[in-house]
């Protein structure tokens, strides 16, 4: 039967799966995107492997990527052939048929990667994976002290007392152990003990698992314990190695006498277990009996009452312990409302509701850089026991936390229950429970040991929240009033959650219980909690468009205080003159940003009258900050960020007292600004009277100074011996040092912080710069400034230059300008008159620079744009006429239309050509300032000044537009009478 149909069978499948094929490719050309999928993938360190993804098509062309991110492909091969940024290399290749090659796999190659395919028909798939590099222990399984199997082995003759340890060496990633005791008699287990340790020179790591015991009946000793590996990535031979625990040989008691020896006969085990299991039966039967006859009893009388009482009768345990919960929950949310507030800026005393300020930032984990957002729904880093939340001052760290305490009481979190703790006011003893009895109203119901079930029993989510372990030190003083007693039941009981335990991340995994640690950078990885394995989050400030969402949040906020203060009026005040007509474009400030629609939406605001204060104040800010270099730096931070609005916002009102007489007028006033509410943040926040900090910036600057400003990452010693150390921990504390970004990992490990070599730097090269300047003033080096730090000019040196102008007399400034000028840096010069607004300067400079020929470049900085459109404002109207002025960068014709040209023989644009429009742009540009000047482009072709074009407007353009040379006799004749640059 079959073979008569076998054909018509066969044929009738091939139609089926022609017609299935045909489905499939129909969808794949109507969405554009076919399926292609590319599995994660393990790598042992060292190998060679080739990687390659699968598709429902064939591929033409291929293209590898590194990370999330679709441009600039490491490796591709299309049509015209194989290329890539990382083609080529020492360990990348791509084969014939796309597959990515890795060769002699490193810990630096762990990463995603994503992988683009295109098909002959243009449509393309992607898909994203992970590349886990892998180092297999050896032995390739937990090993038991004592042991010399990986299966099984037994333990003869145990102590007393003692312990049992199981490790693995040289694995990664690091594999957690655990003790699964199978079956125990006569001997009972105590307290574990885990500990981690990392290989910093290949990134492996050594963990172990030790077990405590103690033999109660040593003639009935037997137990078997089996030693597992959490090994998700598969690396072990096996993953389980089991000891069985026994007592060797027979055992009696021997009693001696003069003469006669007597041994007691060990009793009949068989007897003894029969006459336990008939004990226990008989005892079981009773007690079931009396509690049946009781709960029969109870229903019968329940019945008369409804069937709402028996519920209620069963289920009262449950509901009982679900009021519990309730309650905790709902007493948290009480107490915590006080967390959901901000002091940023804590002199003045002043709480921010942490939505009014709160913006999502950029966090970096496992070498990927996510918004805050993204990280609150991550489901990895959600179901992470223990993560680290670290950053560095000022950067949204305290922020983000507090918006989590507040999207939790709003029920706007997925978490049950959580836990928010200040390390500042607790010590590391204590009980978590006691931690959180002491936030709960004192007429509260709920015990310790309620609080304690609840965190325990494993049926809620908890998350705890610790903040700031930097500060658990301080709290050891006993002066720390509020402060309860230590609990002792802590070292009894092992199962009893401390602080200590929480921060070490020794937890039962039984309990629903997840942690989250968040720190200052330096405080962190220079203590010992760094050595504990945690997923580390690096919060690392606000990105372009986060920043402007910040700015219009934080000026919101200062113009809501203003408003209500009462004290502000605007008529007639710069401000309303400064918001009239602005261009606010911020094409200058961020990519993505439509300055079209910003701008338009200004206006409205402006025509809407004062009474849209918020939109005229931000109007302001954002000209500030594309006006100010330094101040677009800042703003990606938040604290420094908050300063200078806060110094804007102080100049209209007193509300705000510690900035109500500071200015922003220039770089050097708005670093000193920032610098000093950084070390008033510092005097608070520590309780401290105030503070000279004085000497800790010379000391800084002195050093920068000695080097030249060459000054980047220094070993921490090097600094103790320069500073101190006790002033180099007050410069991590204020905020004017940090941790190098060099000594960070780019892996998922955390590295080695606490190394006593980790290097230290700037917490910003403006800082840097400042603090150079000021001890170079200070100190009578301002000879030696002229000598050789003009020597050195790269770009923190500039920096150096504009803050020292702003900082020294008339006499001092023109000295540093003529040497500017002899220099010929004529950019420079310009920028440090700006910075000090003293143009009477200038006026000297004139008289000897007649001659001179003026390179103009740098014209990205907003700020040096002004300064060369007020520099050539005052040569304007000295009438004094320049021999040359030559003008390099791009958008060049945007910024001429409002320069004020001065009196110039001859103006140059070295990386321009000449085209028809440029030449009739520039001819209209020259007769509108009324400056006769000869004009010369790159190709070498000139336009010629005035006069010259009225001779040739009857021969046509040509006769103006000369040859390249043409272009060489004139320059050769110009430069016999004037300077060269």
């Known amino acids: 039967m079959w073979i008569k149909y076998k054909e018509d069978i066969l044929r009738m499948l091939a139609v089926y799966k022609s017609i299935f094929l045909s489905i499939v490719i129909c969808k794949l050309f109507l969405h554009g995107e076919a399926a292609i999928v590319c ?301 959901s507030n901000l002091t940023p800026l804590p002199w003045d005393n002043v709480s921010i509701a942490v939505a009014d300020l709160y913006t999502e930032c950029q966090c970096k984990i496992w070498n990927t850089t996510i918004s805050s957002t993204e990280l609150l729904k991550d489901r990895k880093i959600t179901q992470e026991k223990l993560v680290v939340l670290i950053g560095e001052h000022g950067c949204g760290r305290t922020t983000l936390t507090k918006y989590i305490v507040q999207q939790w009481i709003q029920d706007n979190c997925s978490t049950c229950l959580l836990i928010y703790v200040p390390l500042r006011l607790v010590k590391k003893e204590m009980k978590l429970s006691k931690v959180v009895k002491r936030d709960l109203p004192e007429n509260s119901s709920l015990e310790t040991k309620d609080i304690e079930k609840v965190l325990t029993c494993g049926k809620i989510r908890c998350l705890v929240i610790l903040d700031g372990p930097e500060d658990l030190a301080k709290s050891c003083d006993e002066s720390i009033v509020d402060i309860e007693e230590v609990d002792n039941e802590a070292d009894e009981n092992s199962e009893v959650l401390t602080i200590e335990k929480l921060l070490e991340g020794n937890v039962n995994d039984q309990f629903n219980l997840f942690v989250w640690l968040t720190s200052r950078t330096a405080d962190y990885m220079s203590s010992d909690l760094s050595r504990v394995h945690a997923s580390r989050v690096d919060v690392v400030g606000l990105s372009k468009e986060q920043s402007l969402k910040y700015i219009k949040k934080c000026c919101d906020y200062y113009c809501k205080g203003l408003q209500s203060g009462g004290q502000i009026d605007l008529d007639g005040t710069p401000l309303l003159e400064e918001i009239k007509g602005d261009d606010v474009s911020m094409s200058s400030f961020g990519s993505g940003i439509d300055s079209h629609n910003l701008a338009a939406r200004s206006d409205e605001s402006y025509k809407s009258g004062q009474s849209n204060l918020p939109s005229k104040i931000n109007r302001k800010v954002l000209k500030f900050i594309r006006r100010n270099d330094l101040s677009k730096d800042f703003a990606t931070t938040p604290l420094l960020f908050n300063i200078i609005v806060h110094v804007m916002a102080g100049e209209y009102t007193s509300a705000y007292s510690y900035l109500s007489n500071k200015q922003i007028k220039n770089m050097h006033s708005l670093m000193r600004i920032l610098i000093d509410c950084m070390e008033k943040r510092y005097e608070v926040k520590n309780a401290s009277s105030t503070q000279n900090f004085n000497d800790l910036e010379r000391k800084l600057g002195e050093y920068a100074y000695q080097k030249h400003g060459k000054l980047e990452a220094v070993e921490r010693n090097v600094w103790i011996n320069t500073i101190g150390e006790t002033d180099l921990k007050t410069s991590l504390d204020i905020g004017l040092l940090k941790l190098s970004k060099s000594a960070t990992s780019e892996t998922m490990e955390t590295a080695d912080w606490a190394n006593p070599s980790s290097t230290m730097e700037f917490y910003h090269p403006h800082i840097q710069a400042y603090l150079v300047a000021q001890y170079v003033v200070k100190n009578n080096c301002f000879a030696s400034l002229l000598q050789n730090l003009l020597l050195y000019l790269d770009e923190t040196n500039c920096r150096v230059i504009i803050f020292v102008s702003g900082l020294i007399d008339e006499s001092q400034l023109q000295d540093l300008c003529e040497a500017l000028q002899r220099q010929k840096n004529y950019n420079l010069l310009i920028d440090c008159l700006h910075e000090t607004g003293n143009y009477t300067v200038l006026q000297k400079i004139m008289k000897t620079s007649g001659n001179a020929n003026v390179n103009i470049n740098h014209l990205e900085s907003m700020y040096h744009r002004e300064a060369v459109q007020n520099f050539f404002k005052q040569w304007k109207e000295s009438e004094i006429k320049l021999q040359s002025i030559s003008f390099e960068g791009e958008h060049l014709w945007s910024f001429l239309q409002g320069l004020p040209l001065p009196n110039v023989n001859i103006v140059e644009f070295p990386l321009m050509e000449c085209t028809n429009t440029n030449c009739d742009e520039i001819r209209r540009w020259l007769q509108n300032q009324k400056v006769n000047a000869e004009v010369r482009f790159k190709d070498g072709k000139v336009l010629a000044d005035e006069s010259e074009k009225m001779l040739g407007e009857s021969s046509g353009r040509k006769d103006i537009l000369t040859d390249a040379e043409s272009y060489h006799r004139k320059h050769e004749a110009s430069e016999s009478s004037g300077t060269s640059v």
């Not at 994503?114 to 994203?128: D, H, I, L, Q, W």
């Not at 103690?214 to 137990?223: F, L, R, Y």
């Open 39 to 339: 599995p994660n993938v393990s790598i042992k360190y060292g190998s060679f492997r080739a990687i390659s993804c699968e598709s429902d098509l064939a591929i033409s062309d291929f293209y590898w990527y590194r990370g999330n991110s679709t441009s600039n492909p490491i490796l591709l091969l299309d049509k015209e052939g194989k290329g890539g940024t990382e083609y080529g290399s020492e360990h990348f290749d791509i084969s014939s048929n796309g597959s990515m090659i890795l060769k002699d796999v490193q810990v630096e190659h762990e990463s995603y990667y994503s992988f683009v395919g295109y098909y002959e028909n243009r449509k393309f798939g992607r898909a994203t994976f992970l590349v886990n590099v892998t180092m297999i222990p050896h032995p390739p399984c937990p090993t038991i002290h004592g042991c010399n199997s990986c299966i099984e082995c037994d333990f003869f003759e145990p102590k007393r007392k003692g312990t049992i340890t199981c490790e693995i060496k040289g694995a990664r990633p690091m594999l957690p152990l655990s003790w699964n005791i199978t079956s125990q008699n006569g001997i009972n287990f105590l307290e574990k003990h885990y500990k981690a340790q990392r290989h910093e020179e290949n990134d492996s790591w050594d963990t172990s698992i030790s077990l405590d015991y103690t033999i109660g009946n040593p003639c009935e000793v037997s137990a078997e314990v089996t030693c597992l590996a959490e090994d998700l990535l598969q690396i072990l031979h096996r993953v389980a190695t089991t000891i069985t625990i026994r007592k060797e040989g027979s055992c009696s008691i021997a009693v001696s006498s003069t003469n006669t020896t007597f041994v007691t006969p060990k009793p009949s085990t068989s007897s003894t277990v029969t006459f336990l299991v008939v004990f226990v039966v008989v005892v079981t039967i009773i007690v079931v009996l009396l509690v049946g006859r009781y709960v029969i009893h109870r229903q019968c009388t329940l019945l008369r009452g409804g069937v709402k009482e028996i519920l209620l009768f069963w289920l009262l345990p449950v509901l009982y312990r679900d009021l519990k919960v309730k309650l905790l929950i709902r007493s948290l949310k009480v107490a915590y409302d006080k967390y």
